[in-house]
């Protein structure tokens, strides 16, 4: 089983020392989520996640790729991912850069977690149709794909039309992974035509109805933030789960020291994490 750590709901002051603590105790990668905007008026009452996310106007946003380019530099094995990214809000030139020069800067640790989101007053401050967001970022896919494989690209789509173009450095994973994000049936038929699922907090119990709509063989990963035990991670895989996003800590503060008990107990050696 591979390990990761989430960072969204610690302090930013805390991502160095634990991404560097992930990075050493042999953790298989770091997670971000991101968002672009909040309106003044939040409202969480659409969350899917079914609890409150932990986020208000006030939170703190910083762009994702970028703060995972710093941790790059701090760190050098483990992989650095987005859980999960909007790449329907931008345009697919953007966001292929962002991550074509995380994957090169890391020296090809980059996941591009991606999802269609949640939070609609997001996508009506950037002025993008809310309800066109499953189709837009089907079709962003599509192009970061092409942008990062392909030596020229020409596209003519439902929300992005442009000529031929180059596009320089390609990544240095030769294909750099997507995950897809979500819970619905259309998000799960998404995954299968990504690199994997990933998904939002589950318990091995909560996980299964998902599950079974997904299509055999779609690489999974499951946020659990309950793992109770080492004795869980089996049944975990028996699921078809392939990585773990844990949370063992209950305070931030406690997180590094935490994580070092997580790896003794569990068996995360640096050596593990692949």
Same mark, same amino acid.
């Given at each position: 089983m591979k390990f990761g750590v989430p960072l969204g709901l610690l302090h930013p002051a805390a991502w160095k020392d634990v991404a560097v603590a992930a990075d050493e105790l042999g953790f298989e990668s770091v997670w971000l989520p991101e968002h672009l905007v909040f309106a003044a008026g939040l409202s969480l009452a659409a969350y899917p996640g079914g609890a409150d996310p932990g986020i208000k106007p006030t939170t703190p946003l910083f762009d994702a790729p970028a703060c995972l380019c710093w941790l790059?530099?701090?760190t050098s094995r483990v992989k650095l991912g987005t859980a999960v990214y909007l790449l329907g809000l931008r345009h697919?030139?953007?966001?292929?850069?962002?991550f074509a020069t995380l994957d090169v800067l890391s020296a090809g640790r980059a996941i591009c977690g991606v999802g269609a989101g949640w939070y609609r007053g997001e996508w009506q401050a950037a002025g993008v149709p809310f309800a066109d967001r499953g189709a837009r970022l089907d079709e962003a896919i599509e192009v970061v794909r092409r942008l990062w494989n392909e030596p020229l690209v020409a596209h003519t789509g439902a929300f992005y039309t442009f000529p031929e173009v180059a596009f320089e450095p390609k990544p240095v994973q030769r294909r750099l992974p997507v995950l897809a994000g979500g819970e619905s049936p259309a998000a799960l038929r998404r995954a299968a035509r990504c690199d994997g699922w990933i998904s939002m907090p589950h318990t091995?119990?909560?996980?299964?109805? @998902? =599950?079974?709509?997904?299509? !055999?063989g779609v690489?999974?990963?499951?946020?659990a933030y309950e793992l109770g035990s080492p004795d869980e991670v089996a049944?975990?895989?028996?699921?078809?789960?392939?990585?773990l996003i844990v949370?063992?800590?209950?305070?931030?503060?406690?997180?590094?020291? @935490? =994580?070092t008990a997580?790896? !003794?107990?569990y068996g995360v050696t640096s050596s593990s994490g692949s």
């Open positions: 790059a530099a701090l697919p030139f953007v966001s292929a850069r962002a091995i119990e909560s996980i299964k109805p @998902r =599950l079974d709509l997904l299509e !055999a690489p999974v990963t499951a946020h049944a975990w895989a028996a699921l078809g789960v392939e990585r949370r063992p800590w209950t305070r931030g503060r406690d997180a590094v020291s @935490r =994580l997580f790896a !003794a107990d």
